[in-house]
DNA sequence: TAGAACCTTGGAGCGCACTCGAAGCAAGCG
DNA sequence: CGCTTGCTTCGAGTGCGCTCCAAGGTTCTA
């Protein structure tokens, strides 16, 4: 419940720099949106609701591509970092474990050679969505069924 | 993955125990349809995919209503049985604490009472689901434009 | 009636995804 | 100058949902 207070879209920016507002009917992430792209990690904890500890951590397991630091050191996030960790939140969403992700970012990491592997790994998780939102109906019938239940029972108790 | 081999329908058997066959269009549970309503443990193993240690930890943190045992002091469950762990089989699906689900089996068992809590519980529930699903359907948006994106470039890549 | 297979219990252990703590450096402010 | 706030690191701790173990009793098949 504390995970995603935003919902900017993560783009292609990753796969290809060159568009990094492509398909940006929906504003991907108006806060300074001036030239100053490079939030500190409070920031970003603003901006994603996650905590700092946690995005110290995904940095350490290889979960973002690489982050900026300071001449003193202090992480700067761009907005192409809040992209990532936006569509990050998505997959986490649907399920998809840590590693996958991390797996993800290694082929982001890779180039273009790995398009194919991403391709894949992309397509599988597309499965796996389409499976959950099955089940997800499925059970959503059982619960109006039984919602309709009690709804009747407390309208004519006892 | 391991989770739902079966699909049999979870039905209001624990509101009314008069009409457990109510709303069977689907057939809840086949196998042995006979009087025999005493399945051991491995059979409920191979009814649900859940592991026998499972099994009896639900029992043990007050997650089954009520199991019966035979005169030696081993599992017989129930047609009954089989169908709430359905329903919990759905509802762990949908990201349900165990906790909020051991609370529902509390309810079940306070009998008629708490019709409205369980309604209310169930109420929370379904909105759970629905923002779920949307959830979903975000990230299967996201999801197709960056499977898109590679599927175009690994059709003209170089 | 022997042996294999299956069942019982309580408690310990595991994997995942964080979550926190401690010790120390750096920047800004009255 | 001292103080507060925020950042750094690494490693240990937490909560959840199982998962497994050991030691023993039960049930089935031949």
């Known amino acids: 419940m504390t995970v995603t207070q935003n919902t900017a879209v993560a783009i292609e920016a990753e796969e290809d720099p060159t568009r990094s507002d492509f398909c940006s009917a929906e504003p991907p992430r108006p806060p300074r949106p001036d030239g100053r792209d490079a939030y500190t ?21 290889g979960l973002m591509p690489h982050v900026d630091r300071s001449h003193t050191g202090q992480r700067r996030y761009t907005n192409r970092d809040l992209e990532w960790l936006d569509l990050v939140g998505k997959l986490r969403l649907t399920g998809m474990p840590v590693a996958d ?9 890779g180039g273009e050679e790995t398009y194919g592997e991403r391709y894949e790994l992309l397509a599988a998780t597309r499965r796996d969505v389409l499976e959950r939102m099955a089940q997800l109906r499925d059970t959503l019938a059982v619960l109006d069924r039984k919602i309709g239940f009690y709804a009747d029972a407390g309208h004519r108790p006892a």
């Open 101 to 109: 992700m991390v797996r993800y970012a290694e082929l982001v990491r």
């Open 41 to 61: 990690i409070s920031e970003v904890v603003a901006f994603t609701g996650l905590t700092a500890h946690t995005l110290r951590w995904y940095e350490r397991i």
